[in-house]
């Protein structure tokens, strides 16, 4: 029997976001749609206007944003994409470095525009990896850009409130009076006694005396305009978060202006709860799926719990923990997952297809480990769907199956007289071997550009 060990550890990372993914899953839209929600709920934003052309791009800047005769005010420019670090990333195939820019004069837009709408944005670590890497490289579209007029700072604060999944297990307030281009979990490392925070009561809501705490707590003094309007926007984008099924609203940085309003200038991580879009439709409409992972998007129309990773073993697994259980040994074994997918509890042939067909297409993925406890989950079911994915696509990796527990011996039945190969497991201990073996030797291959093939398998 495998014995648990240390070399356990270094799942964990993996393991934490694997069950944060399936626990809390999570929409993300874009930054405009996150601005025009914040001013349905009375929050200040920018003026601000989205544009899908340069020139369309060029018009707002010169008039919606600026007017005829009158002296040309700066405007930001800033990239529609799905991911963090922004200012940091960059349009390759351009040569634009930065996702954020400041036009200062005529032409200026359609320039900055022109390299970033219809280009893929990458970043050192992408919010979402996508699978077509032969198309796009890993990076992410950038279809929109939003513009909006630049607000100058006097004060430069971060706000955010949050599903903690810790010890508050419940809504999180979190400020920090310095905000800005430094990031929070930056703040949090190098200066935690920057970060203040307040756990919510959900049945409560957002208590005053909370809001005059976390304002003071901001670096703003009691009685002032700003810390008034502080005040009032703390109860409104609680409103928000709790009429809006929010998983996260994060707003930095949050601005003082010198005049004393108290506006959000960028507003790139809001985030709302999947569990909840029959309650959101209209939010739920602004989905865009060419921001995701093209594998999260077909798992998700057949119900299938799927992550992309970076390693090279497919695995197919029914339950969450059975899934980390053999992300665990993969990973004991010297292997590394190319995914978590869970095909659940009472997945039929179709589901199953559509999982190996996933996998199946995955460029990193060089086998294939398919462990079944069944139970309620029937393991001929799982084999009747392999093979109909086999047969409409053809193998192209090599399989390997452990399977236990109801119809075991149908399934094994099935498989056997399918006409493909497969490579059978006696335990997990046993599947998860062979999958790093054969795995090994198919990724050894093609490193010096050579066909291996195994009895069954074209590879």
Known sequence: MFAASSSLAVTRSARRVASMAIVVRHLNVHEYISMEILKRHNIPTPKGYVASTPEEAESIYLNKLNRPNEPLKDVVIKAQVLCGGRAHGSFQKTGLQGGVHIVSKPGEAAAYAEKMLGQDFFVKRMATTMANDDDNGGGIPCNKVLLMERIYMRREMYLSILMDKGSTQGPLLIVSPRGGTASIENVATTSPEFIFTEPIDIKVGLRDVQCQRMAANMGLEEGTEPYDNTITLMKNVWTMFSECDCTQIELNPLAE??????????????????????????????????????????????????????GSIGCMVNGAGLAMSTMDIIKAKGGEPANFLDVGGATDVEQVEVAFQILNSDPRCKAILVNIFGGIMRCDVIAMGIISAAQKIGIRKPIVIRLQGTNVEKARTLIEGCGFRMIMADDLEDAAEKAVGVADIVSQADKIDVGVQFEGFGV
Request: proline letters at 4%; glycine letters at 4%.
């Open 257 to 310: 202006t010198p005049e004393g309003d108290i506006v959000v200038c960028d507003a790139s991580k809001v985030n709302f709860d999947d569990n909840a879009a029959f309650r959101q439709p209209e939010i739920f409409a602004h989905r865009d799926t060419t921001q995701e992972d093209v594998r999260e998007v077909e798992a998700r129309r057949y119900n299938l719990n799927y992550i992309g990773l970076e």
